[in-house]
């Protein structure tokens, strides 16, 4: 046996394993709502543990390739002088469900 075929076949069975438990990128539509991962840098020595994890809610305004977004803030609503547009990964943005968090604040007044 040669080992370019012994190669091959190690990488097939790789990639069986590899894909076995992967599963596809969520999708979002355009116009939906999200939270995008934030990229948390220094906090003057203090712990970041108890920071926020992510970022919005952003709108997706349209889907690009390669499993990534172009989002902006929701008009009315922007953090800085001028509004955010930029390109995010799927992997490091969720859906944002208003109706959650409306809950888990209830849940903690009580």
């Known amino acids: 046996m040669r080992i370019s075929t012994k190669i091959r076949e ?3 069975k790789s990639k069986v394993r ?3 438990k992967r599963k596809d990128a969520p999708k979002y539509k355009e116009g939906q709502q999200v939270l995008v991962l934030k990229n948390v840098g220094s906090n003057d020595g203090r712990s970041r543990k108890l920071l926020p994890k ?3 809610p952003f709108i997706a305004k349209k889907v690009l ?3 990534r977004y172009y989002i902006e803030d929701l008009p009315g609503a922007q953090r800085a002088p001028r509004p955010y547009k930029g390109v995010y990964a799927v992997d490091r ?7 959650a ?3 888990e604040s209830d849940d903690s007044d009580h």
């Open 10 to 12: 190690e990488q097939t």
């Open 18 to 20: 590899f894909d076995a």
């Open 54 to 56: 992510y970022d919005g």
């Open 65 to 67: 390739q390669h499993d």
């Open 93 to 99: 943005m969720k859906p944002y469900n208003a109706e």
């Open 101 to 103: 968090l409306d809950d």
